[in-house]
C-alpha cells in the first residue's frame, strides 16, 4: 500500500522578530516619544516622526499598525521610563523593615521628581493625565496597575492592615501625590516662589518622608481596636446646645 503524502499546512508561517526590527521599533518609540511630549498626541505627525527617525513613512504602520499604536507604545515606555516596576522591586530589595520599605521609595519617587533635565517620559505621561486619549485604559492595564498593585502592598504592610482596607488604600493616595504635585509642577516654579525648597532637594524628601509615615501611622492607629471604640464613644457623645439668645427688649 502506497505511503500517503502528508497534508502540507497552508497557513502562513509566524515571522520571527529580527534584530533589526527590534532597533527600528526602539527608535521610532524613542523618537516618538520627543515629538509627542513637545507637541501633544494631537497635533504629533507620523510625517514628523518619520522624518526625524530617518525612516520611510510605513514604518509606523508596519511596526505598529497605526499612529495610534505607536502612542500606546510610546505611553508605556514614558511610564516605564518614570520608574519601572523592577526598579521599584530592586529598591527594596533586602529590605526587611515595611515602614522602610516604603520610605525608601517614595524617597526615590520624590529624588526623580526633583532632578534636573527629566526625560521625555515625565512630559508624555503629564499630557496624558491632563488630556486623556483612547489610549489611557492601555496605559492603566499595562503599566500603572501593575506598580499601583505593588505600591498598596507596601503601603499595607507598612499599616499593619489588610490592602482591601479603605484606610490602606486611601493612605497610598495620600502618600503618592505629593509625589506626583512635584512632578507635575515646573522646575522652576518653586525656585522662584520658594527658592529654599529647590536648593534643598535631600531636605524635601526627608521631611516629606516624616510627614507622609506620621500620616500613615497616626491612620493606622486609628484603626486598632482601642482606638476605634474611642472615636465611636467620642462621636456619640455630643455637646448640649447652648439655649438660644434672649430677644432684645424694645425701647420703650
Not at 19 to 38: H, M
Not at 96 to 104: A, E, G, I
Not at 108 to 124: H, M, S, Y
Not at 163 to 174: D, W
Request: proline share 8%.
Amino acid at each position: 500500500m502506497p505511503a500517503t503524502a502528508k497534508k502540507r499546512s497552508t497557513a502562513p508561517a509566524k515571522r520571527a522578530s529580527r534584530p533589526d526590527g527590534d532597533a527600528t521599533r526602539l527608535t521610532l518609540i524613542e523618537t516618538a516619544g520627543q515629538v509627542f511630549a513637545e507637541r501633544g498626541y494631537a497635533e504629533a505627525t507620523s510625517k514628523e516622526i518619520c522624518e526625524r527617525a530617518g525612516m520611510p513613512l510605513a514604518s509606523v504602520n508596519y511596526h505598529f499598525g497605526s499612529r495610534d499604536g505607536l502612542y500606546e507604545a510610546v505611553l508605556i515606555a514614558a511610564h516605564q521610563q518614570v520608574i519601572g516596576l523592577d526598579d521599584l522591586m530592586k529598591l527594596v530589595d533586602g529590605i526587611d523593615v515595611p515602614q522602610l520599605k516604603l520610605r525608601t521609595v517614595l524617597t526615590q519617587l520624590v529624588r526623580l521628581a526633583t532632578r534636573a533635565g527629566a526625560p521625555w517620559g515625565f512630559r508624555v505621561v503629564l499630557r496624558e493625565v491632563m488630556t486623556p486619549s483612547a489610549a489611557m485604559p492601555a496605559l492603566i492595564e499595562k503599566a500603572i496597575r501593575p506598580k499601583a498593585q505593588f505600591m498598596l502592598g507596601l503601603v499595607s504592610s507598612a499599616m499593619g492592615l489588610p490592602p482591601e482596607h479603605p484606610t490602606v488604600q486611601r493612605g497610598l493616595i495620600f502618600a503618592l501625590l505629593p509625589c506626583l504635585a512635584i512632578m507635575i509642577v515646573p522646575k522652576d516654579v518653586p525656585a522662584k516662589l520658594l527658592p529654599a525648597i529647590a536648593r534643598d532637594s535631600d531636605g524635601l524628601a526627608d521631611e516629606l518622608m516624616c510627614y507622609v509615615m506620621a500620616g500613615l501611622d497616626a491612620m493606622a492607629s486609628a484603626q486598632r481596636p482601642g482606638k476605634k471604640e474611642e472615636k465611636t464613644a467620642t462621636k456619640q457623645v455630643r455637646p448640649e446646645r447652648p439655649p438660644a439668645p434672649a430677644a432684645r427688649r424694645e425701647k420703650a
